[in-house]
């Protein structure tokens, strides 16, 4: 809590793709989302006027990257090619939230701003501390 620094270990996904085609692509499209999730949540922080090129717009890099477990339910569609689905981005939309609700239970600090840098949690618990006193 007194460097603000928060790191994803594991992530488990599981998500309905209908029938499966190709079980490794199936797997790392839904790696691939929940890096945009994670990146969203903790990283991913544009300030209009000052934010130019990545060098100030940080996104997730190998070393952000947890160990994903993915876990593919198969309720094949009738109307899909041999029953698959589309499934990509689904996975992206609960990552953030998930990741904040972490933050919550291990500090008790309710993020309300994304990013969830390092700079806006420090000033949500000296916030918090604040409210205590």
Do not use: F
């Given at each position: 809590m007194r460097t603000g620094e928060v790191q994803v270990k594991r992530v488990i996904v599981a998500q309905d793709v209908g029938k499966v085609l190709h079980p490794k692509g199936?797997?790392?499209q839904l790696e691939?989302?929940?890096?945009?999730?994670?990146?969203?949540?903790?990283?991913e922080e544009f300030i209009p006027g000052k934010t130019h090129g990545f060098g100030q717009y940080h996104i997730p890099t190998i070393k952000d990257t947890p160990k994903i477990e993915s876990i593919l339910i198969e309720v094949p569609d009738p109307r899909g090619p041999f029953g698959a689905k589309g499934f990509g981005e689904n996975s992206q939309s609960p990552t953030a939230p998930a990741i904040i609700n972490a933050i919550h239970h291990a500090t008790g600090v309710r993020v309300r701003d994304l990013p969830a840098t390092a700079e806006h949690l420090i000033r949500a618990f000296r916030q918090t501390e604040g409210a205590e006193e």
């Open positions: 199936c797997e790392l691939g989302t929940i890096l945009i999730g994670l990146g969203y949540a903790l990283k």
